[in-house]
């Protein structure tokens, strides 16, 4: 598993990074304790381990209240996917399988 744990200190410049390095972003926002979040968890590996031009940053949400507001995220686990730095390509709570995740960022 390669997510890259982000928080509100590092947050803009690692966001910033990956878009440089990767065709699309998938934040996940999560908590350490949420048993749906670690299912998402198994799926967003396959997707991070399967493609090079994905990155996924895990936010927590105990730790990042205000990253959490910012993207309007009221429950966990929460998955954004952004195909570029100033577009939402799709969000979504919840838990979801590898192969949707699939379809929706055209892979």
Excluded: H
């Excluded at 895990?58 to 100033?86: H, W």
């Amino acid at each position: 598993m390669a997510f890259i744990e982000v928080d509100e200190i590092d947050f803009s410049e690692i966001i910033a990074e990956e878009f440089n390095k990767k065709q699309i972003v998938i934040l996940k926002f999560d908590s350490e304790y949420c048993d749906a979040c670690i299912a998402l968890d198994f799926e967003l590996e396959e997707i991070d381990d399967k493609y090079e031009n994905v990155s996924v940053l895990a936010i927590d949400c105990g730790q990042s209240n205000a990253l959490a507001e910012r993207y309007g995220v009221t429950q966990v686990p929460t998955m954004i996917i952004f195909e570029n730095k100033d577009s939402i390509l799709w969000q979504k709570e919840g838990i979801m399988l590898a192969q949707d995740i699939e379809k929706i960022i055209n892979l």
